[in-house]
């Protein structure tokens, strides 16, 4: 089992920034790959930006060059930077653990709330 708390939402006006922030305890075999998916009213959840314990990144198209994922794997932890968020970007991100043998997440957090509006 993999627990999580996550940090870091709340509201902002185009084309300012967030940061979130996770920190994962439990089974280190469950966090190879960490990252942030997200879900908006009315939409399938979907990926954000993923990051595994070698350090190999994904990310969205529609986040490419705004976003930036890092992970400190001695603390179990994982930030997403968000920069020139737009109003398309507002929905609940949840940070997600996986393991290594998965094709989905396999743990998700609680979610927190990204709302970008002026």
């Known amino acids: 089992q993999v627990q999580f708390v996550e940090s870091g939402g709340g509201l902002v006006q185009p084309g300012e920034s967030l940061r979130l922030f996770c920190s994962a305890s439990g089974s280190r075999a469950s966090m190879y790959m960490m990252g942030w998916f997200r879900q908006a009213p009315g939409k399938q959840r979907e990926l954000v930006a993923t990051i595994t314990r070698p350090g190999d990144i994904n990310y969205a198209d529609s986040v490419k060059g705004r976003f930036t994922i890092s992970r400190d794997s001695a603390k179990n932890a994982v930030a997403l930077q968000m920069n020139s968020l737009k109003p398309e970007d507002t929905a609940v991100y949840y940070c997600?653990?996986?393991?290594?043998?998965?094709?989905?997440?396999?743990?998700w957090g609680q979610g927190t709330q990204v709302t970008v509006s002026s």
């Open positions: 997600i653990a996986q393991r290594p043998d998965s094709e989905l997440p396999n743990f």
